[in-house]
């Protein structure tokens, strides 16, 4: 071949050269040889495949619920553990009712320290203004406001007590029982994939199911170590929330019981010794008091 015929035969060759770039386009070149980079990443495929994914899974849990509200599905029952969670959530109303009722104690007593504390000083105004009753409206004075010191001083073991069975309840047992339901979602998963897997089994086996049931299979054992680990953790807070149950209801109720009885028993002495048991501090007596608008 002629020098001239090779030169137009490679100039053609170099022509006809196309490069496929990363969106899978074809644009064409000069020169070089054909490359095939590999394809991007969608994200709108992406995002896609996330939907459907979740569609499927919710699908799947969908008809587990359903099959087992209406009898027809099994489900797997940790006969220990869900006696225990089925206790914490009855004690969690019972908790919820004391708290509750002594909200309501404290609303009542402070409305009674508040009249006292106004009682005693009309008292001590007309014992300086009668002076023929000097001496009872100032026995009278004296009592008023001695009975709403030591109510201010029980309004503050009440509210200490609120205090802390409120955290117990709404933080402490609600965080266990948040435990609770992210354990139960987990218990529906296992049971729907467990329920798909046995269905495959149950079916023929050939080229087209046996891919399906390796899926399955692999899906399941996902689906069970996430069950696995989340019963653990149910089980592991129930215990310390157990203990911890325990301690803070029992320096509660005592701290209620030692209060209440020196308070009715008139014992300032002991009701003050009381506080300073379990290191409260009363800042402002009671509660929040009345603004000077409130008092008018």
Same mark, same amino acid.
């Given at each position: ?6 030169a137009?035969?490679r100039l053609?060759q ?10 899978g386009q074809?644009t ?5 040889p054909?490359?095939l980079?590999d ?6 495929m ?8 979740w ?7 969908t ?15 940790d006969?220990? %553990?869900e006696? *225990?969670?089925?206790i914490l959530? $009855? /004690? ?8 509750r009722l002594? *909200?309501?104690?404290? @609303?009542?007593?402070? *409305?009674m320290?508040h009249?006292?504390?106004?009682l005693?000083?009309?008292?001590? =105004?007309?014992s ?7 001496e009872?409206?100032?026995? /009278?004075a $004296?009592?008023q406001?001695?009975?709403?010191k030591n109510? #201010?001083?029980?309004l503050?073991?009440? !509210?200490?007590f609120?205090?802390s069975? /409120? @955290?117990?309840?709404n933080k ?9 339901k992210?354990y139960?979602?987990a218990?529906?998963?296992y +049971?729907?994939?467990r329920? +798909?897997?046995?269905?495959? /089994?149950?079916?023929?086996r050939d080229?087209?199911?046996l ?9 399941f054992?996902a689906?069970k170590?996430?069950? $696995?680990?989340m019963?653990? +953790?149910v089980?592991?807070k129930?215990?310390?929330? #157990? ?8 320096n509660?109720?005592?701290?209620f019981? !030692? ?12 009701l003050?010794q ?6 409260i ?6 509660? =929040?008091?009345?603004s000077? %608008?409130?008092?008018?």
């Amino acid at each position: 071949m002629s020098p001239s015929r090779v030169a137009a035969s490679r100039l053609a060759q170099q022509g006809s050269d196309v490069l496929v770039p990363a969106g899978g386009q074809r644009t064409q070149t000069k020169s070089g040889p054909v490359i095939l980079a590999d394809e991007t990443k969608n994200p709108a495929m992406e995002k896609l495949e996330l939907v459907r994914k979740w569609s499927l899974n919710t699908y799947k849990c969908t008809r587990q619920i359903i099959s087992e509200k209406l009898g027809r599905g099994s489900r797997t029952v940790d006969l220990e %553990l869900e006696a *225990q969670i089925d206790i914490l959530r $009855d /004690n969690k109303k019972k908790y919820e009712n004391i708290l509750r009722l002594a *909200q309501t104690l404290s @609303t009542q007593l402070f *409305q009674m320290v508040h009249t006292q504390r106004q009682l005693g000083d009309a008292f001590a =105004d007309l014992s300086l203004k009668s002076l023929e009753l000097h001496e009872e409206f100032g026995y /009278n004075a $004296d009592t008023q406001k001695l009975l709403a010191k030591n109510g #201010e001083t029980l309004l503050g073991a009440i !509210n200490f007590f609120i205090a802390s069975v /409120n @955290t117990l309840v709404n933080k402490t047992i609600e965080d266990t029982l948040l435990t609770v339901k992210q354990y139960e979602s987990a218990r529906i998963e296992y +049971d729907a994939y467990r329920t +798909d897997l046995e269905e495959l /089994n149950l079916g023929p086996r050939d080229a087209n199911t046996l891919p399906k049931i390796e899926q399955s299979q692999h899906l399941f054992q996902a689906h069970k170590e996430k069950y $696995d680990k989340m019963r653990n +953790d149910v089980s592991i807070k129930l215990k310390f929330l #157990e203990e911890n149950k325990v301690k803070v209801l029992h320096n509660q109720l005592v701290l209620f019981h !030692n209060a209440i009885a020196a308070y009715f028993a008139g014992n300032q002495k002991q009701l003050e010794q009381t506080l300073k048991q379990f290191h409260i501090k009363l800042k402002t007596p009671g509660v =929040d008091a009345p603004s000077w %608008l409130e008092e008018q």
